[in-house]
């Protein structure tokens, strides 16, 4: 079970052996009223900073298998890493992720978030990505690692926007589509992304229309994209 304390308008929430810190609103409020312009000023509690420290926090896990063994209950923000050599996506280090995701209450896109600390819905959310993996030809489960942080809701988008623009995953840029589920039925004119071009073997996927890129082309915005990221 999940535990609070307040310390000087702090949430900490622990997790097993993680803790995730958070804000109230009307905290964060304040912090975001201070202006910083000076650029030897520096507000630890700012918005970004708060969101760069999730992510340190993350980062100093070690990766594990995909997905884990154990099931635990929570919702937050996770990270994905391949350790082989599958050509495009050889030689990727431990701590570069090539997907990252979120994982958020049920219901809270129409504001009616449900209990996310009393529900494994992040474990189930890494276990779907696994049941992807093994449905495809050019990739082994096996090969695949992850990391992830459980999180009060009001922090999980901010930190997946500060891992995204800090890491440019492949997955979630220019091989696109690793997240999508079965569009059901009425919806097959849709598109194959550039994920089940290059990585076919999800059934629902297969019964899509062709997508826009070829392997080809994919393959070629993969290598441009690792060198960019190689030059900066």
């Not at 942080?149 to 891992?163: A, C, N, S």
């Not at 059901?184 to 899509?208: C, F, I, M, V, Y």
Request: charged share 25%; with cysteine; aromatic share 8%.
């Amino acid at each position: 079970m999940d535990r609070w304390f307040l310390i000087a308008g702090r949430r900490t929430i622990t997790h097993g052996s993680s803790i995730a810190f958070g804000l109230s609103a009307a905290t964060v409020t304040i912090v975001n009223d201070f202006p910083v312009n000076d650029p030897h000023q520096y507000n630890p509690l700012g918005i970004e900073e708060l969101g760069k420290s999730a992510v340190r926090k993350l980062m100093d896990y070690p990766s594990v298998e995909l997905s884990p063994a154990d099931s635990f209950d929570g919702v937050g923000i996770y990270t994905i890493h391949y350790q082989r050599d599958f050509p495009p996506y050889a030689n990727m280090a431990d701590e570069e992720p090539i997907y990252v995701g979120k994982a958020e209450p049920h219901g809270r896109r129409q504001g009616r978030a449900g209990q996310p600390r009393q529900s494994p819905i992040l474990h189930g959310r890494l276990r779907e990505h696994a049941a992807s993996l093994e449905a495809v030809n050019s990739l082994k489960l096996r090969d695949f690692r992850c990391r992830w942080l459980v999180l009060d809701p009001v922090w999980i988008g901010l930190t997946e926007q500060v891992l995204i623009a800090v890491y440019r995953p492949l997955w979630n840029s220019v091989v696109d589509g690793f997240g999508n589920h079965d569009p059901g039925s009425g919806r097959q004119n849709q598109r194959r992304s550039p994920w089940d071009t290059l990585h076919k073997g999800r059934q629902w996927a297969e019964r899509l229309k062709d997508g826009q890129l070829s392997n080809d082309q994919i393959m070629d915005d993969i290598t441009r994209h690792r060198m960019g990221r190689k030059t900066t």
